[in-house]
């Protein structure tokens, strides 16, 4: 039996308290932290294993709903909250596995834990946010899109490259290409992701951000046909 680490984001003592003790009763829980702030609580995602998350909205000058704005890589997360006028903008954002209406019951309680085991969580483009956070070992990095120029593929990590400096997060390429919101960044090669909005120019193999060269990879070349025709008309309308 596997057991799940929990994270609770409450303010409230008596809250934090009353969800723990019906969780202790399940073998499969463990309490992993507790955070009163969301600072807090990043700073414990960022450090320690937390296979489930359970979410206060009104907390101390903070909401929770920016916890699932920020586009951080959440395991599930099962909404607790006295207020039942949160329950659409948590469901819209789409990270919510549950929404549980303080004060709940046990067999509520068993309803929600059942719904995030088995939830697949949506990717949210986020289109409408400028940036992203990501970890980068044991700390949280902000990142905003237009500030990335490109990411590569570093192992079991990624290397992304602003305009300053390089930084290795804790995401294969694969998971940053599905973070990342597709109108600014395409995956042009195995080991590569681009911003396309940082592209100069492109040949028969490569694209070029300023003097850097992208390969572009043969399998992806089909699925790039649609942006280098864009690039071909830019190109003709300017001469």
């Known amino acids: 039996m596997i057991v799940k680490h929990y994270l609770v984001i409450d303010d409230k003592e008596a809250d934090v308290e009353y969800l723990v003790n019906l969780l202790d009763k399940l073998s499969l829980f463990k309490l992993a932290a507790q955070a009163s702030s969301l600072d807090v609580a990043i700073a414990i ?5 937390v296979d489930l998350i359970f979410l206060d909205i009104r ?38 596995a549950d929404y549980l209406l303080k004060p709940y019951s046990e067999e509520r309680l068993h309803i929600a834990l059942s719904r995030a085991l088995q939830y697949q969580p949506k990717v949210n483009q986020l289109g409408d946010v400028n940036g992203i956070l990501l970890k980068m070992g044991r700390k949280i990095q902000r990142f905003n899109y237009q500030s990335i120029n490109y990411a590569e593929a570093f192992g079991v990590y990624s290397k992304v490259y602003t305009d300053d400096q390089v930084h290795v997060v804790n995401e294969r390429l694969i998971a940053l290409t599905n973070l990342l919101p597709d109108r600014y960044f395409i995956r042009v090669h195995k080991s590569y992701l681009i911003n396309i909005n940082k592209i100069t120019s492109y040949d028969r193999h490569n694209f070029y951000l300023g003097k850097i060269k992208i390969p572009i990879g043969i399998s992806y070349r089909p699925r790039l046909e649609g942006l280098l025709a864009v690039f071909d008309t830019v190109g003709e309308s300017e001469e």
């Open 59 to 96: 907390l101390a000058n903070q909401s929770g709903l920016t916890l699932l704005k920020a586009h951080i890589n959440l395991p599930p997360v099962i909404i607790i909250s006295a207020y039942p006028e949160y329950a659409v903008d948590s469901y819209e954002i789409g990270k919510a």
């Open 45 to 49: 995602l960022a450090s320690q294993r």
